[in-house]
């Protein structure tokens, strides 16, 4: 009798260990795809801000182009 509620403590000890060591685990990762979340929207948006600068360059580069294949060639 003794020995099957020493083995019944044991195992539910262990099943509480594992149950909360999967709560820690979850919190973690959960933690862990917030912060990935705010550093991918920020890498984002430094995108967008470079593909901004880049399409505005091509303009200014298709202008500039415009204007010397306007001008009169010596």
């Known amino acids: 009798m003794d020995i099957t509620?020493?083995?019944a403590i044991?195992?539910?000890?262990?099943?509480a260990l594992a149950i909360l060591a999967l709560v820690?685990?979850?919190f973690y990762?959960?933690?862990?795809?917030q912060e990935l979340l705010v550093?991918?929207?920020a890498f984002i948006r430094e995108n967008l801000?470079?593909?901004?600068?880049?399409?505005?360059?091509e303009?200014?580069?298709e202008v500039l182009s415009e204007k010397l294949d306007k001008?009169?060639?010596p």
């Open 71 to 73: 001008e009169p060639k």
């Open 5 to 7: 509620v020493i083995i």
């Open 29 to 33: 990762y959960h933690w862990r795809n």
């Open 39 to 41: 550093n991918f929207s």
């Open 59 to 61: 303009e200014e580069n």
């Open 10 to 15: 044991i195992i539910s000890t262990v099943v």
């Open 24 to 26: 820690i685990l979850l």
């Open 49 to 57: 801000k470079l593909k901004d600068e880049i399409d505005r360059l």
